[in-house]
C-alpha cells in the first residue's frame, strides 16, 4: 500500500467505532502511521486492550470506553471529528440467531445514535463497515452491489437496515457515507477465542494445538476470504476519494475469488508445517451445516475497483502465509 497516496490524512481527527477490535484496531494503527489524529470509542464487549497496545501512548491517541447505545456518548465522540470509521458492531450470524435483540441494539440502534452524532457534529465523510451477508438468499454468482436476496439472519437484517439508514442520512442531511460489505476479513489480531470466532483464526488455533478442525457441513461452502490489508485499503480509499460520484455508495469489500472450507484447511496446514510438520497428519472432522450460513460467497469488485481506485495487495495464499505467521508468533506456545 503506498502511504503517499494518503497523505492528506496527516493531522486530520478521525474518530474509529470499534477501534480495539481486530478491523478497528488495524485501521487505527494505519491512521496513525499517517500522522492522524484518531479517536478510539470502544465498550471492550468483543474488542481488546491488548489490541491498543502499540497505540495508547502515542500522543495522536485517545480513548473513549463507552458504548454506541448511549447517544451522548457517540456525541461526545464525534466532537473535533473530520471523518468517522464506523466498525463497531456485534458480528455473527449465531449469535445473533441466539440473541436477536441485543444485536438489533448494537447494530440497528448503535448505528442510528452514530449517525445522529456524526450530523450533529458536522463530520466530513462516514464510513461503516457492511456486510456480505446482506446478499442473504441471492444466488448470483459472482454478487454485485445493486442485487440482494433476503436476509437469512438477524445480523443480515440489521446491516442492511444500516444501509438504508445511511442513505436516508445522505438525502435528509447531506451526510457523506460509504458502505463496505465486507467479505470474511481475517488476519494479524483476529480473536481465535470464543464461542463466535471466525474460521480461520478458529482453525489455526486447533491445529496449532494439533486438534482436528470441526468443519460445519461437507466443506464444499465457499468464501471469498479478504485479508486484513485489503480491507484497510478500502476504508482509507473511501475516505480520500475526491469524486463525488464514488461517495453514497456500497462497495464489496474482497478480493475477488471463492475458497472451500475445505481447501482453505489444506492451505492452513501447508503454512503451518513450515512451524510444525506433524500438522500436516491432522485431518478436519465434519457436523452439520449451520442455520444462516450461505453455501457460497464471491463478491465482484469491479465497482470498487472502477470508482475508488481499490487495488486489492493479498490473494488468499498471500494472506494466509502473513496470518498464519503472525499467530505463530503471538499466540503458539510452541514456537
Excluded at 463497531?88 to 438489533?104: Q, W, Y
Amino acid at each position: 500500500m503506498n502511504v503517499n497516496s494518503f497523505k492528506e490524512l496527516e493531522s486530520k481527527h478521525v474518530l474509529v467505532t470499534g477501534g480495539a477490535g481486530f478491523i478497528g484496531s488495524n485501521l487505527a494503527e494505519k491512521l496513525i502511521d499517517l500522522g492522524a489524529h484518531v479517536v478510539c470509542l470502544d465498550n471492550f464487549a468483543t474488542g481488546h486492550r491488548r489490541n491498543l497496545n502499540r497505540l495508547i501512548n502515542n500522543e495522536r491517541f485517545k480513548l473513549i470506553e463507552g458504548d454506541i447505545r448511549d447517544l451522548e456518548t457517540c456525541k461526545k465522540a464525534c466532537e473535533g471529528i473530520d471523518f468517522v470509521l464506523h466498525e463497531a458492531a456485534l458480528g455473527s450470524v449465531p449469535r445473533s440467531l441466539k440473541d436477536p435483540i441485543t444485536s438489533n441494539d448494537v447494530n440497528v440502534g448503535g448505528f442510528l445514535n452514530m449517525l445522529v452524532a456524526a450530523k450533529e457534529a458536522n463530520v466530513k465523510r462516514f464510513v461503516y463497515a457492511a456486510s456480505s451477508s446482506t446478499y442473504g438468499d441471492s444466488k448470483a454468482l459472482p454478487k454485485e452491489e445493486d442485487n440482494i436476496g433476503k436476509p437469512l439472519s438477524p445480523y443480515a437484517i440489521t446491516k442492511y437496515v444500516n444501509e438504508l439508514y445511511a442513505d436516508i442520512f445522505h438525502n435528509a442531511y447531506d451526510l457523506d457515507t460509504v458502505g463496505l460489505r465486507y467479505f470474511n476479513v481475517f488476519g494479524r489480531k483476529q480473536d481465535p477465542n470464543g464461542a463466535y470466532a471466525a474460521v480461520i483464526p478458529k482453525f489455526v488455533m486447533q491445529l496449532m494445538a494439533h486438534e482436528s478442525p470441526v468443519i460445519n457441513g461437507d466443506g464444499n461452502f465457499s468464501r471469498d476470504f479478504t485479508y486484513i490489508d485489503n480491507v484497510v485499503q478500502m476504508n482509507l480509499l473511501a475516505l480520500t476519494v475526491k469524486d463525488s460520484k464514488a461517495l453514497n455508495q456500497i462497495y464489496n469489500t474482497a478480493f475477488g475469488e471463492r475458497t472451500t472450507l475445505n481447501e482453505l484447511v489444506v492451505a492452513l496446514k501447508k503454512n503451518l508445517c513450515k512451524f510444525d510438520t506433524k500438522i500436516a497428519d491432522i485431518d478436519p472432522t465434519y457436523g452439520e451445516n449451520r442455520a444462516g450460513d450461505i453455501p457460497h460467497s464471491l463478491a465482484s469488485v469491479d465497482k470498487a475497483k472502477r470508482l475508488l481506485g481499490y487495488a486489492p495487495e493479498y490473494d488468499i495464499q498471500e494472506g494466509l502465509q502473513e496470518a498464519v505467521t503472525w499467530y505463530w508468533e503471538n499466540l503458539s506456545d510452541k514456537k
